[in-house]
């Protein structure tokens, strides 16, 4: 992985800023810090000028595991096309195909409510319903590993039995062949006739995005992972502030700055 921010890494964002690209980023822990109280996420002022100003510019877009409906008060406008629910829900899924999956996401609930859940009541584990996919949480636990034990044969009692996501602490369930971040966000750059993809997340949840074999010309990994399939990545959160600083910058052909506030 090269560090994006490094000379090398600076070339790389000069290449391909200006071009026909639509740049993506994921929200938590990306554009926004992490946080165990996930209602209270919301962009920093700066961040949310930077972004807005690279939308001004490019083909902009949002892509997180949050519902639609949670995803877009927290950016207000901001950037102009949200995907969420891990690909799920996009400006390009009609409704008639989200019924069935809906469906499928009430009955887990209801399991999950019901009999599994009393497996599951030691256990610092909360479920999320987020309408067409639901994710399971347990950043309270002391050995996230003795949990996720757990819960994987329970999950296999489930009907479909789910495709998993694996987060941070935490498990994405999405009903079987609903679409990932990657396959959703480069439906939406052919659809925008954009050439490229530009994309930073900092997950396992992203790494369907950073795996792609067509369409993506930067994948960037918040945190430096070995095992990443992202080319590039940023030390920390902290900087994605600067990467939209120095895109916008180069965009419009002022002094590029060096990631000074």
């Known amino acids: 992985m090269i560090y994006l921010l490094s000379e090398e890494g600076r070339n790389a964002l000069r290449k391909i800023a200006g071009r026909s690209v639509l740049y993506a ?34 083909p902009c877009a949002v892509v997180s595991g949050r519902a639609l409906d949670d995803l877009a008060p927290r950016l207000n406008g901001v950037v102009p096309y949200l995907i969420g629910n891990h690909g799920i ?31 599951l009541k030691d256990m610092p584990v909360e479920v999320e319903p987020k309408r067409y996919s ?12 003795v949990v996720e034990r757990v819960l994987t044969p ?34 939406l ?23 792609l074999t067509e369409g993506l010309v930067m994948g960037v990994r918040v945190g430096f992972h070995a095992e990443s399939k992202a080319g590039y990545y940023v030390k920390s959160q902290n900087e994605v502030e ?15 700055t060096n990631g000074s506030r």
Not at 112 to 118: H, I, N, Q, S, Y
Not at 242 to 256: A, C, K, N, Q, S
């Open 25 to 58: 980023f994921d929200f938590d822990g990306t554009l926004t810090k992490l946080s165990p109280q996930r209602g209270n996420v919301k962009l920093s002022p700066i961040t949310h000028e930077w972004l807005r100003e690279l939308a001004r510019r490019g």
């Open 154 to 187: 329970l999950l296999q009692e489930l009907n479909p039995i789910p495709e998993v996501i694996m987060g941070k602490a935490s498990m994405s369930l999405l009903p079987p062949g609903s679409a990932g971040k990657g396959k959703a966000t480069v439906a």
């Open 242 to 256: 600067d990467v939209l600083r120095f895109l916008v910058h180069r965009i419009d052909g002022t002094p590029e």
């Open 134 to 145: 639901l994710t399971l949480h347990y950043r309270g636990a002391d050995d996230p590993s």
């Open 89 to 119: 829900e996009s400006p390009l899924t009609g409704s008639d195909g989200l019924k069935p999956v809906e469906h499928i996401c009430r009955e887990w609930t209801k399991r999950l409510d019901g009999d599994l859940g009393e497996r």
């Open 189 to 211: 750059m052919s659809h925008l006739r954009c050439e490229g993809l530009f994309f930073i997340g900092d997950d396992t949840t992203d790494e369907d995005v950073f795996s």
